[in-house]
Nanobody, 128 residues
Framework: QVQVVESGGGLVQAGGSLRLSCTTS????????MGWFRQAPGKEREGVSC????????YYADSVKGRFTISRDNAKNTLYLQMNSLKPEDTGMYYC?????????????????????WGQGTQVTVSS
C-alpha cells in the first residue's frame, strides 16, 4: 500500500521560515520524481516545486523562486521543502506528490501530475 505523508506545516509570521517534509512507503522513492503543490481557499491547486529522481533537475514557480528550496534524501525516502521569507500569499494546504515510476514530472513550465500519488496535505498559514 502506497503512503505519502506530509509534515511540518504550521502558523508562522510573515518573514519566517518553515520546513516541510514528505515521507513515503510502498513505492520506490529513489526512482520517482517528487514535488510540492499548494492550494489556497478558492484557488486552483498550483505546482510549487518539483525535483527529479536523481536530484539533477528542479522546477520552481516564479512566486517562490529565491525563497523556497526543494531537496530529497533518497536514503531516508524523504522529500523536503525549505520555505524562507514566507508571505501571507504562501498560505494554503501543501501537498506532496510522487511521480510515476521512471517518468519525470519536472518540466520547463511546471510539475506534471498524471499518474501521481498524493498525500493528504499539511496546512501552512502565514500571518501578516
Amino acid at each position: 500500500q502506497v503512503q505519502v505523508v506530509e509534515s511540518g506545516g504550521g502558523l508562522v509570521q510573515a518573514g519566517g521560515s518553515l520546513r516541510l517534509s514528505c515521507t513515503t512507503s510502498g513505492l520506490t522513492f529513489n526512482r520517482r520524481a517528487m514535488g510540492w503543490f499548494r492550494q489556497a481557499p478558492g484557488k486552483e491547486r498550483e505546482g510549487v516545486s518539483c525535483i527529479g529522481a536523481s536530484d539533477s533537475s528542479t522546477y520552481y514557480a516564479d512566486s517562490v523562486k529565491g525563497r523556497f528550496t526543494i531537496s530529497r534524501d533518497n536514503a531516508k525516502n524523504t522529500l523536503y521543502l525549505q520555505m524562507n521569507s514566507l508571505k501571507p500569499e504562501d498560505t494554503g494546504m501543501y501537498y506532496c506528490t510522487a511521480g510515476p515510476l521512471y517518468r519525470t514530472i519536472v518540466t520547463d513550465t511546471g510539475c506534471a501530475t498524471t499518474g501521481n500519488y498524493w498525500g493528504q496535505g499539511t496546512q501552512v498559514t502565514v500571518s501578516s
